[in-house]
């Protein structure tokens, strides 16, 4: 059921356009200082994992790892993504409690 939850919330997020989605746009965000946090998936790359955390703790932007890149596509409506950067607060808010 939590499951369901935050997905929920991240295709709602989608639809208010308050997500970014990809790891260079993602990035880009984060040293903008526009993302408010980050969704990783599982089974990213070594090298995006770390180049994406490297990021965030560097900018102090909180980032939760989520079971896979499809179930993070799913979720916004597209295909397969790896990283998602939340906009907004609020979202970005709620998100943390559902995925803790």
Excluded: H
Excluded at 19 to 34: D, V
Excluded at 67 to 86: E, N, P, S, T, W
């Amino acid at each position: 059921m939590k499951d369901n939850r935050w997905m929920s919330l991240l295709g709602l997020a989608n639809r208010a356009r308050k997500i970014i989605s990809g790891e260079e746009l993602s990035i880009k965000e984060i040293q903008r200082g526009k993302a408010k946090l980050i969704l990783l998936s599982a089974d990213a790359s070594p090298n995006t994992t770390k180049k994406v955390t490297d990021k965030c703790n560097f900018y102090q932007v909180p980032f939760k790892t989520v079971q896979d890149r499809f179930l993070l596509g799913q979720a916004i409506g597209k295909d397969a993504r790896v990283v998602v950067a939340i906009l907004d607060n609020g979202f970005a808010k709620k998100l943390l409690t559902l995925l803790d």
